[in-house]
T-cell receptor, first 113, second 108 residues
Framework: GAGVSQSPSNKVTEKGKDVELRCDPI?????LYWYRQSLGQGLEFLIY????????KSGLPSDRFSAERTGGSVSTLTIQRTQQEDSAVYLC???????????FGSGTRLTVV | AQRVTQPEKLLSVFKGAPVELKCNYS??????LFWYVQYSRQRLQLLLR??SRESIKGFTADLNKGETSFHLKKPFAQEEDSAMYYC??????????FGKGTRLSVIA
């Protein structure tokens, strides 16, 4: 596609429910990244994929968070048993391998009530 | 460990005044430094990178390895420069590490 597409753009969920966030990267970008943006905390790295494999999962905050990527394209970030502290904007970005110029999506704003 | 520090959460300047957004980094090797910008209701986007040594929208940034800094500068601020600015670093094969950001407010 022309840009990085994320869905949904907004998600309100009840505490304890599971949510799935989707990212569709730029065609041909083999690297895909998930970040979390919250007020006062800047951009917190969560996980990245090179192709379908995730060499670095160090940023996932807890075992309630997981992510997968299939076909070297679409990625889903899953948060199980959501907590109020999970409320944030979840950003996805893609790039060519080892490139620092990332293209970001518009994000998913997650609110846990 | 890689770390990016942006000491100012908020910077307010008058239109036409010079702007300097500070960024310091911590990395033992040779990093690649970037500035990203997020305008209101828009996506985060790349503003400039140190290896390009270019000026974008009047902004420049010079990598100072001695001071481990990569400050963003513009001689005359414009109202449309109001945005959130993030400094970021890549070292080795790791993903971008971002600072916490500085909100620039340009007052007319």
């Amino acid at each position: 596609g022309a840009g990085v597409s994320q869905s949904p753009s907004n998600k309100v969920t009840e505490k304890g429910k599971d949510v799935e966030l989707r990212c569709d990267p730029i065609s041909g970008h083999t690297a895909l990244y998930w970040y979390r943006q919250s007020l006062g905390q800047g951009l917190e790295f969560l996980i990245y994929f090179q192709g379908n494999s995730a060499p670095d999962k160090s940023g996932l905050p807890s075992d309630r968070f997981s992510a997968e990527r299939t076909g070297g394209s679409v990625s889903t970030l899953t948060i199980q048993r959501t907590q109020q502290e999970d409320s944030a904007v979840y950003l996805c970005a893609s790039s060519l391998p080892k490139a620092g110029g990332y293209t970001f999506g518009s994000g998913t704003r997650l609110t846990v009530v | 460990a890689q770390r990016v520090t942006q000491p100012e959460k908020l910077l307010s300047v008058f239109k036409g005044a010079p702007v300097e957004l500070k960024c310091n980094y911590s990395y033992s090797g040779s990093p690649e430094l970037f500035w990203y910008v997020q305008y209101s209701r828009q996506r985060l986007q790349l503003l400039l990178r140190h290896i390009s040594r270019e000026s974008i929208k009047g902004f420049t940034a010079d990598l100072n390895k001695g001071e481990t800094s990569f400050h963003l500068k513009k001689p005359f601020a414009q109202e449309e420069d109001s945005a959130m600015y993030y400094c970021a670093l890549i070292g080795g094969n790791t993903p971008l590490v971002f600072g916490k950001g500085t909100r620039l407010s340009v007052i007319a």
